[in-house]
């Protein structure tokens, strides 16, 4: 299968501070997907990006598609204490049906 | 509305034995999803549906079943359970135009599974 490669694995930040994680393959997508995790409970879909160099706002949270079409980041602002969580990256090869999944970046925001 | 409904949330097996995984969404979504997740991984496709009637295999099949006999429900089904499907399972849903519509939208909350 594709292998997704996300970094940083984990963070561990001060409330109020700036966030920044990427999701990186040695394969070109078509469709990249931000999720968030929260323990006990399955992922929310949080931003779709479909076109390279796309840049997409969801609130405090910012994701774009990196020109290569390999890459994709998210950036979180301000972040706040319901932000911890895990995030993860998915990416579509094509126009199939299957997403692969990154292993995530695990978040803990210290108020 | 209940969203994507997943039973049960918890299950201890015994290696061979066989059981049922329900997932029933009541958003009349034509398509849905089986993942499973180790721990500290992604998820990984094991079959999707995109309609009634229509299964196709994902990334990691071997040792599962599904059937799609109506819109509503998406059964997966182990019929020899053996160590290495001890996982969580998430089954998700979306509505597809196709085009780039069809990410899964709406996950439920996961059956944890041992088998031991």
């Known amino acids: 299968g594709q292998q997704l490669n996300q970094s940083p694995q984990s963070m561990f930040i001060q409330e109020g501070e700036d966030v920044s994680m990427n999701c990186t393959s040695s394969?070109?997508?078509?469709?990249w997907l931000w999720y968030k995790q929260d323990p006990g409970e399955g992922p929310v879909l949080l931003i779709a990006l479909y076109k390279a160099g796309e840049l997409t706002s969801n609130g405090r949270l910012t994701a774009q598609f990196g020109i290569t079409r390999k890459d994709s980041f998210l950036n979180i602002s301000a972040s706040i204490p319901s932000d911890v969580g895990i995030y993860f990256c998915a990416g579509q090869l094509g126009t199939g049906n299957q997403f692969y999944f990154g292993t995530g970046t695990s978040l803990t925001v210290i108020p | 509305n209940a969203g994507v409904t997943q039973t049960p949330k918890f299950r201890i097996l015994k290696i061979g034995q066989s059981m049922t995984l329900q997932c029933t969404q009541d958003?009349?979504?034509?398509?849905m999803y089986w993942y499973r997740q180790d721990p500290g991984m992604g998820l990984k496709l094991i079959y999707y549906s995109v309609g009634a009637g229509i299964t196709d295999k994902g990334e990691v099949p071997n040792g599962y079943n599904v059937s799609r006999s109506t819109t509503e429900d998406f059964p997966l089904r182990l019929e020899l359970a053996a160590p290495s499907q001890t996982s969580v399972y998430f089954c998700?849903?979306?509505?597809?135009?196709?085009?780039?519509?069809?990410?899964?939208?709406?996950f439920g909350d996961g059956t944890r599974l041992s088998i031991l």
């Open positions: 998700a849903s979306s509505y597809s135009r196709g085009g780039n519509s069809n990410q899964p939208q709406h």
């Open positions: 394969s070109i997508f078509n469709t």
């Open positions: 958003m009349n979504h034509n398509y």
